[in-house]
Each structure stands twice: as structure tokens, then as C-alpha cells.
């Protein structure tokens, strides 16, 4: 409880900031101002770009690396708004220590 990813909490600071901070938004800033709204900002464009006919039909599979971080129990809330899609995620939070060979910090560094 009370953990949040980098780009959830970058999004709610965008939310609340509103025009004054990052200009026009595209969509609904009250609906989307939450933790829940983030994920349900996310649903919705995952499955227009993933899943064929409007998020009601067969979606891609996707792969995640979590890195070790607390984006693999958050990914689980998102994925409780979708499941039609198929994910394999890797590298959880008890899997080893942050970043250790995984994740994006690992790639810029290999």
C-alpha cells in the first residue's frame, strides 16, 4: 500500500498539475486523476493498440521485465482490467535484487 511506480506517480503529478504544468490533456482528468484512473487510462489504450477488434477480441501477447521492482504487483492491478490479455512477466520483486542483470538499467549498461 502506498507504493507507486515512476510513471504512475509522473501521471498523477500530470493529473493534478493540469494545463498549468503540461498543457492540454487528452482525456479526462478527473476520471483518470487516481491510481485507479491510471490504470483504466492504460486499459483503454492497451487494448485499442494490442487487441484486435476494439479490445473484445484476441489481444497479442506481451512479455514484461519487471526488473525486480514494484512493477510486477502493479502490473497485476492493471491486469485485473484486462484479462483478455496474455502476459508472461519476469524478473519479480522477490526474483533477486533491483535491476541486478534485468530491466532497462541493465540494457543501458550491457
Given at each position: 500500500?502506498?507504493?507507486?511506480?515512476?510513471?504512475?506517480?509522473?501521471?498523477?503529478?500530470?493529473?493534478?498539475?493540469?494545463?498549468?504544468?503540461a498543457?492540454?490533456?487528452?482525456?479526462?482528468?478527473?476520471?483518470?486523476?487516481?491510481?485507479?484512473?491510471?490504470y483504466?487510462?492504460?486499459?483503454?489504450?492497451?487494448?485499442?493498440?494490442?487487441?484486435?477488434?476494439?479490445?473484445?477480441?484476441?489481444?497479442?501477447?506481451?512479455?514484461?521485465?519487471?526488473?525486480?521492482?514494484?512493477?510486477?504487483?502493479?502490473?497485476?492491478?492493471?491486469?485485473?482490467?484486462?484479462?483478455?490479455?496474455?502476459?508472461?512477466?519476469?524478473?519479480?520483486?522477490?526474483?533477486?535484487?533491483?535491476?541486478?542483470?534485468?530491466?532497462?538499467?541493465?540494457?543501458?549498461?550491457?
Amino acid at each position: 500500500q502506498g507504493l507507486l511506480t515512476t510513471p504512475q506517480l509522473h501521471h498523477l503529478v500530470r493529473m493534478r498539475n493540469g494545463e498549468k504544468g503540461a498543457g492540454p490533456h487528452v482525456g479526462d482528468t478527473v476520471a483518470w486523476g487516481s491510481e485507479d484512473g491510471y490504470y483504466a487510462m492504460l486499459a483503454d489504450a492497451f487494448s485499442g493498440l494490442l487487441c484486435s477488434g476494439g479490445g473484445g477480441g484476441v489481444c497479442t501477447p506481451l512479455w514484461v521485465d519487471a526488473a525486480h521492482g514494484v512493477g510486477a504487483p502493479k502490473l497485476a492491478s492493471l491486469l485485473n482490467k484486462m484479462p483478455q490479455l496474455k502476459v508472461t512477466l519476469a524478473n519479480l520483486v522477490r526474483d533477486g535484487p533491483l535491476n541486478d542483470g534485468c530491466g532497462a538499467e541493465h540494457v543501458q549498461k550491457a
